[in-house]
């Protein structure tokens, strides 16, 4: 792994998700789905990382720089960041009850807990560091997290239609299949 991800993996907000069950509550009824948001985010990031390499080496026509993969990776990583305890059962049944008015869908937490990590950790130095603009490329890292709902009217400000492929890797609105179905379905 990059040295940035590993930086991203050694603050206390990505550590969290050691504790936090992919499936929930099934591990009760299925002993065997004890897997973590921990292990899937690392599996995620690496399944980026191996598709961005295949694509790169296959296709350098599509001029993949080492910031559209780095974004790519962080996004896979922290894709997930936003979850709360049992995952998708705390986030759609006791967070819609308790806070109705302030219900944020996990993708959208995970970004916000991404900027929370950013700062507590200053990890801004470190993005530098690597080359990454932290206006447009922290944009991306978002879009990447969210992913493109609307492929009419390129909507995005990361990435250039031209790089709308990657789009598709982390959180692929258009038909479902990206690296993080991949990770869940071979867990």
Same mark, same amino acid.
């Given at each position: 792994?990059?040295?940035?991800?590993?930086?991203?993996?050694?603050?206390?907000q990505?550590?969290?998700?050691?504790h936090?069950?992919?499936?929930?509550?099934?591990?009760?009824?299925?002993?065997?789905?004890?897997?973590?948001?921990?292990?899937?985010?690392?599996?995620?990031?690496?399944?980026?990382?191996?598709?961005?390499?295949?694509?790169?080496?296959?296709?350098?026509?599509?001029?993949?720089?080492?910031? *559209?993969?780095?974004?790519?990776?962080?996004?896979?990583?922290?894709?997930d960041?936003?979850?709360?305890?049992?995952?998708?059962?705390?986030?759609?049944?006791?967070?819609?009850e308790?806070?109705?008015?302030?219900?944020?869908?996990?993708?959208?937490?995970?970004?916000?807990m991404?900027?929370?990590?950013?700062?507590?950790?200053?990890?801004?130095?470190?993005?530098?560091?690597y080359?990454?603009?932290?206006?447009? *490329?922290?944009?991306?890292?978002?879009?990447?997290?969210?992913?493109?709902?609307?492929?009419t009217q390129?909507?995005?400000?990361g990435?250039?239609?031209?790089?709308?492929?990657?789009?598709?890797i982390?959180?692929?609105?258009?038909?479902?299949?990206?690296?993080?179905?991949?990770?869940?379905?071979?867990?």
């Amino acid at each position: 792994m990059h040295p940035l991800l590993v930086k991203i993996i050694d603050t206390p907000q990505f550590q969290r998700l050691r504790h936090i069950k992919q499936l929930g509550t099934k591990y009760l009824v299925y002993p065997g789905a004890t897997h973590t948001r921990f292990e899937h985010s690392l599996g995620v990031a690496y399944l980026a990382g191996r598709l961005l390499r295949s694509l790169d080496e296959n296709q350098p026509e599509l001029n993949i720089t080492k910031q *559209d993969f780095l974004c790519v990776q962080i996004a896979a990583l922290c894709h997930d960041m936003g979850h709360g305890p049992f995952s998708h059962l705390f986030d759609g049944m006791f967070i819609p009850e308790v806070l109705p008015s302030e219900y944020l869908r996990h993708e959208e937490a995970s970004f916000e807990m991404f900027q929370h990590m950013r700062e507590e950790n200053g990890l801004d130095e470190e993005m530098k560091h690597y080359g990454l603009n932290l206006d447009k *490329d922290i944009k991306f890292i978002k879009e990447l997290i969210n992913g493109c709902k609307n492929w009419t009217q390129w909507p995005m400000e990361g990435r250039t239609k031209d790089k709308s492929f990657l789009y598709e890797i982390v959180a692929n609105k258009l038909n479902g299949v990206d690296v993080d179905k991949w990770d869940y379905l071979a867990r």
